[in-house]
Structures are given as structure tokens and as C-alpha cells.
């Protein structure tokens, strides 16, 4: 009997041990438990990290590639300049610039999309055989476009543009409406130069490049007032403005032909060609895209470069 009360006793205090052990490891591991969890966060989740650099023109290489394809560079292009389709640039768009050479020769087109050519067909024509004229002899240009002149077919309006500037071609505002200075009001003249920006900006800013270049409609500058007012409002909008020195009127010689016949038109530009070799030390000279040009326009720089002119 004594001996059957002394095993029930051993194995109380047995159990009794067993539970304050037990107890006592139970507190200490909640008291551990914080610093547990924090060991577990730093092996398990990453660490704060700084916020990365955000790359941004300034700081990125002018040269670095968007994608697969680069900027479009100024005049005249590299060979690797040409691109298949626009795309977004994560430079910020640079103003265009003109690399002249000597004795220099700066060919512009007026009154993009066409000159007295409303069917957008032909419109297409004139402006695929112009640019095809120029690559084969490897000659860039700045095109002034009249947005107005767009509207009416705009996005194939916009995608002939962005022919031109595929091929290395500035783009300038030539205004929206193509109104004279000295018979429009300086501040409704100066609405009509913003309102031409839009489009031409939209498809410059695809390839990277800034609207840069103006040229007055009619080659008016006005006078007085309006005159000083618009210099002043160009400078401000960041525009340089391109005059000529030779005239080719080839406007008015596009209006008079007859059976095709370009031979008064060709031996004019051929005269002022020869007039104005060296006379300085650059010239500009003033085409339009129309139909005359299409079909004459390889002849006129094949006489450019037998005279010498080294064109841009």
C-alpha cells in the first residue's frame, strides 16, 4: 500500500516538472519572438533600395538607340539614318539644324502638300518622285508646309510628311493659311503661325527633332509694326527664318506650261544657277512641290553640281 502512494507521488512530481519546463520554454520563446521574425524579414524580403536614376536626355548618350531605331540627325543624315516608321523618343526633341559645306547650295520646297494640285493621288506622285529625285543624288532639303493644306486628307497628309523626314528632310512652318503679312492683322497673322504648328510638330517630335524653320508666305515680310511684331514673335517661339537668294518661279512656269515643254523653266534656273555661282558664300534657292518640278526637277541638279554647287 505505502509503496503503490509513493509511485502515484514520483510520477505527480514528474508530470508537475514536465509542465513548469515546459512553461518556462513557452515564455521564452515568445519573449524571443520579435527578434525571431525580424531574422526571419531580413532572410526572406529584400532589403529598401533606393529608387533608381531616372535616365533622361541630358543624361543618356545623344547617340543611345530607343528601341531599334535613332533620331533622325540633322542635315545631311548618316547612312544609318534612315527608318522605316516613327517611334517614340525618350530624348527631348532638338531643334533641326542645316550642316553647310562650301560653295553650298540649300534647295527648299514651299506649299507642302502640293502646288495647285488638289487630287490626293497625284498629290503622292509629285511628292514620291521629288523625294526619290533627291536620294538618288543625295540631296536634303527643308519642305515648309501649310497645314490648311493638309486638312483635307490629314492622315495621308501626315504620312507623306513623315516620308520626308524619313529620308532626312526638315520640316519649317510655312503658316497654316498661307497669308500675306502686309494684308493681315499682326496679332490674327501671328494666331495663324501657332495654328500651323500642331501637325508639323506632332510628326517632328516622332523622329526627335523640334520645329525649327520659317518661311514667310509670298516671301512677305510686312512693314512697320507688323513687320518688327512678328520678328519679335518668331524669335520668342524659338523659329529661325529662311529667305532666299535665288528665285527658280517655278510657281508661275507650273502654271503656263504647255505640252510639257520645260524648256523656258529649266534655262531660267540654269541662268540663275550660273549668276549666282560664288556670288556667296551660300544660296538658297525656292522651289515648290508641284508637277513641273516632278517631272524636270533631276535635270536641274545634275546642271547644280556640273556647275559646282555642293549641295546640302
Known amino acids: 500500500m505505502r509503496l503503490g502512494k509513493l ?46 536614376a531616372i535616365v533622361t536626355a541630358k543624361s543618356s548618350p545623344a547617340t543611345e538607340p530607343v528601341g531599334r531605331q535613332q533620331p533622325l540627325p540633322a542635315i545631311p543624315p548618316t547612312k544609318d539614318a534612315a527608318v522605316d516608321a516613327p517611334h517614340t523618343q525618350a ?33 503622292k506622285e509629285i511628292n514620291q518622285k521629288i523625294i526619290a529625285i533627291l536620294k538618288k543624288y543625295d540631296v536634303h532639303t527643308i519642305v515648309f508646309a501649310n497645314a490648311s493644306m493638309m486638312m483635307s486628307h490629314v492622315e495621308e497628309c501626315t504620312d507623306m510628311l513623315r516620308e520626308w523626314v524619313k529620308n532626312g528632310h ?63 514673335f518668331l524669335e520668342a517661339r524659338g523659329y529661325e527664318v529662311v529667305g532666299i537668294t535665288i528665285d527658280s518661279l517655278d510657281w508661275l512656269y507650273n502654271a503656263r506650261i ?37 517631272e524636270n526637277f533631276e535635270t536641274i541638279l545634275k546642271e547644280a553640281k556640273a556647275l559646282g554647287y555642293k549641295l546640302v
Not at 27 to 34: A, G, L, T, V
Not at 206 to 231: C, H, I, M, N
Open 7 to 52: 509511485a502515484v507521488f514520483v510520477v505527480y512530481v514528474f508530470v508537475a516538472t514536465g509542465c513548469s519546463i515546459l512553461k518556462n520554454a513557452t515564455k521564452e520563446q515568445r519573449q524571443e519572438s520579435p527578434q525571431a521574425t525580424s531574422q526571419v524579414e531580413k532572410a526572406v524580403l529584400p532589403t529598401a533600395q533606393p529608387p533608381k
Open 91 to 123: 530624348h527631348e526633341p532638338k531643334p533641326q539644324k542645316i550642316i553647310w559645306k562650301h560653295p553650298d547650295l540649300l534647295v527648299t520646297f514651299d506649299d507642302f502638300p502640293c502646288q495647285r494640285e488638289s487630287r490626293l493621288k497625284k498629290q
Open 170 to 232: 526638315l520640316i519649317g512652318n510655312h503658316t497654316y493659311s498661307h497669308q500675306k503679312l502686309s494684308k493681315t492683322d499682326l496679332l490674327e497673322y501671328e494666331m495663324d503661325i501657332i495654328r500651323g504648328e500642331p501637325l508639323l510638330k506632332k510628326v517632328l517630335a516622332e523622329y526627335g527633332q523640334k520645329l525649327t524653320y520659317f518661311r514667310y508666305p509670298y516671301l512677305d515680310y510686312g512693314s512697320g509694326k507688323e513687320k518688327a511684331g512678328v520678328a519679335k
Open 258 to 294: 504647255k505640252n510639257d515643254d520645260a524648256s523656258a523653266y529649266l534655262a531660267h534656273v540654269r541662268k540663275q544657277l550660273m549668276d549666282h555661282f560664288g556670288k556667296n558664300e551660300r544660296e538658297i534657292i525656292i522651289f515648290h512641290i508641284n508637277a513641273i518640278n516632278a
